[in-house]
């Protein structure tokens, strides 16, 4: 596994990256914005890792925002800002999980390991046994999983990867009620269970992306008190 680490903090880099050689993971480091997307351009990593401050011109936010629109690759948020408003701004611009410093050297390898595992197998099955479809086609709304693509009426919705795993697993059983932390598991991993007001976030954001609003909402259906399902008949 090849990551590539734009930070600052260069004592902080070298430890981590030493660390994270020693399980096989190979760790370029990058200052800034335009030296990483030569090297990210060049060698295409399997996932990146941001610090949220950065010198020149653009953060870690921009380069969330830019990530989703051009490479689309799994992001870890790195940053020692810790307030839930931030985390819920960096997993809504497209990050897939978000590392609060100081943090620990078996939890970042664990997170990794965790992201890279979700964006392998598009989240986990909800049934055991069960072979999850490609591609759903529901109402006018068609998603497909090897591309991440979702489509609403033949035209594409620039869906963040967990907004995207969070609309495929209601799609792929309308009518199921899901409780929220059933929701969160499945898109972000355990560790974010109980951050409700992170998930309802990513449902909104959805909800505009697809069109809808919360008092008319054709595709996502809140159940007071227990969480979401997508509606039946679609």
Not at 25 to 48: C, K, N
């Amino acid at each position: 596994m090849h990551i590539v680490w734009i930070e600052d903090e260069h004592a902080l880099l070298q430890e981590c990256a030493d660390y994270l050689r020693r399980e096989s993971i190979e760790v370029t480091g990058a200052v800034e914005f335009e030296e990483a997307r030569t090297v990210i351009e060049r060698s295409r990593p399997d996932l990146l890792l941001v610090d949220w401050t950065l010198p020149g011109e653009m953060n870690g936010i921009d380069i969330c925002k830019y990530n989703l629109k051009h490479w689309q690759l799994p992001l870890i948020m790195v940053t020692a800002r810790g307030d839930e408003f931030d985390k819920v701004l960096a997993l809504e611009l497209g990050a897939d999980d978000y590392l609060t410093k100081p943090f620990g050297l078996r939890e970042l390898s664990a997170r990794i390991k965790a992201v890279m595992r979700r964006a392998s197998q598009g989240g986990r099955s909800l049934d055991p046994g069960i072979r999850e479809e490609k591609v759903l086609r529901r109402a006018e709304l068609t998603l497909d999983m090897d591309r991440f693509l979702v489509q609403r009426n033949g035209e594409k919705l620039e869906l963040t990867r967990t907004e995207f795993l969070l609309l495929w697993k209601l799609a792929s059983y309308p009518g199921r009620v899901f409780t929220r932390a059933h929701l969160m598991d499945e898109a972000l991993g355990e560790g974010y269970i109980g951050y409700e007001r992170t998930l309802d976030s990513h449902i909104r954001n959805l909800r505009r992306k697809l069109g809808e609003h919360e008092s008319d909402s054709p595709f996502v259906q809140t159940v007071y008190g227990v969480g979401y399902r997508f509606a039946e008949g679609n």
